[in-house]
């Protein structure tokens, strides 16, 4: 089974508003990193958020990570139709040798 | 600088062919990953490997061998396809251990088995 679960599976907003998107997990990690998915392509990169961190921030996205609750968040600011796409979670195990993914969220931004 | 290339992109086999997916990386990485990706799901991992000569299993190998003979190639194998291996796959590579390195995606390849 995977790693980590998110929530909501599916989220449907306009533009300029704010999106939230949780993952949970279930193991020790090292590090857990964001991934975003257009369709049909591959994953690219978003951020890595570090064990011993608990916020961190790049341009327009905010994650979150609370260790004691096996849980992140990634939240989207001023959202554009451009940021339509999946949007995984993945988290890194302590011995640094696999990442394991979370079953995504699919975000749509209306015009 | 091609970053991970995977070939081929689109690809559809009957069931008991056998059939390799390739993937290089220009970037000398040391970690190399395969994937999968069924509809409306995240990734799996099937293998990886750390270095040139060294293998692991992932979370779901069956069906799948791998070999890593040199650092840049780590081709997938499917000796008897099956339809439940249709799929999307990705390979990914990193400099080095994922604690402190960023992964890096091909585009993915396609697979039916029919």
């Known amino acids: 089974s995977q790693q980590g679960e998110e929530d909501p599976q599916a989220l449907s907003i306009q533009e300029g508003e704010n999106a939230t998107m949780n993952c949970s997990y279930k193991?020790?990690?090292?590090?857990l990193q964001w991934y975003r998915q257009n369709s049909g392509r591959g994953l690219v990169h978003l951020i890595l958020i570090r064990s011993n961190e608990r916020e961190k921030h790049s341009g327009r996205l905010r994650v979150t990570l609370d260790t004691s609750k096996k849980s992140s968040s990634l939240l989207i600011t001023a959202s554009r139709a451009a940021d339509t796409a999946s949007y995984f979670c993945?988290?890194?195990?302590?011995?640094?040798?696999?990442?394991?993914f979370g079953g995504g969220t699919r975000l749509m931004v209306k015009p | 600088n091609a970053g991970v290339t995977q070939t081929p992109k689109f690809q559809v086999l009957k069931t008991g062919q056998s059939m390799t997916l390739q993937c290089a990386q220009d970037m000398n990485h040391e970690y190399m990953s395969w994937y999968r990706q069924d509809p409306g799901m995240g990734l799996r991992l099937i293998h990886y490997s750390v270095g040139a000569g060294i293998t692991d299993q992932g979370e779901v190998p069956n069906g799948y061998n791998v070999s890593r003979s040199t650092t840049e190639d780590f081709p997938l194998r499917l000796l008897s396809a099956a339809p439940s291996q249709t799929s999307v796959y990705f390979c990914a590579s990193s400099a080095g251990p994922l604690s402190g390195n960023t992964i890096y995606f091909g585009e993915g390849s396609w697979l039916t088995v029919v």
């Open positions: 993945a988290t890194v195990n302590n011995a640094g040798n696999m990442l394991t």
């Open positions: 193991t020790s990690i090292n590090n």
